[in-house]
């Protein structure tokens, strides 16, 4: 069984790197499959380094690929998991299950915003595959994919184009706090916002006698 691993996972480390000759289009296919649960050896944030490093003028681009891929490739995994999500949340422990669903029935979309910017070994593929089973908005669910792909991605590529090879090292030592940061003001954000719109006095409805 343990041969059987290595080999499959050996196989699709160098159909990553064959993927990756194709520059942006091969990132965005390694994101977009790493996103539907079959996951690529590497992953996509250290391909993405490797590329913003290696040609730094086309970061954008490649921040663009990466974040496309891995968007289309959650929302892929959230359509397949409205249908069929409970098999793939039987992957994970029963503890994982409810803490997560917990979180969701409490924060709804917002608590995917915040999973999709933390580092591993956050369990984001959960949160994707439970949005699908308890059928979050769509529209919401995309947009909150994309906003924290968007910043994760840009600050990998950002470190990667500024400082080459050193920045896969930056990032191990300072990402897991930046991501846990940001974490933390999303959630102020939006609690502070909604406290906000309850403590507005309700407006008189014109046109009704008292």
Known sequence: MKALIHKVTSGL??????LLAFGP??????AFLDSVLVPMPGGVDAMLLLLAASRPSWMLIYVAA???GSTAGCVGLYLVSKRAGHR??????????????DLIDRYDVLSVLV??????????????????????NL???TIAIAGGRTFRYLLEGYLAARYGDHAKEILQHYYPSIGIGLAVLIIIFFVGRNLMRRGRPAEPVSGVES
């Open 66 to 68: 990466a974040t496309l």
């Open 115 to 136: 999973a999709s910017v933390l580092p591993p070994p956050f369990p984001f593929k959960l949160f994707v595959v439970s949005a699908g089973v308890f059928r979050l």
């Open 139 to 141: 529209l919401r669910f």
């Open 13 to 18: 480390g160098k159909f990553s790197h064959w």
């Open 88 to 101: 793939a949340l039987a992957r994970f422990s029963e503890s994982k299950q409810k803490r997560v669903k």
């Open 25 to 30: 289009f091969g990132l965005f296919a390694i």
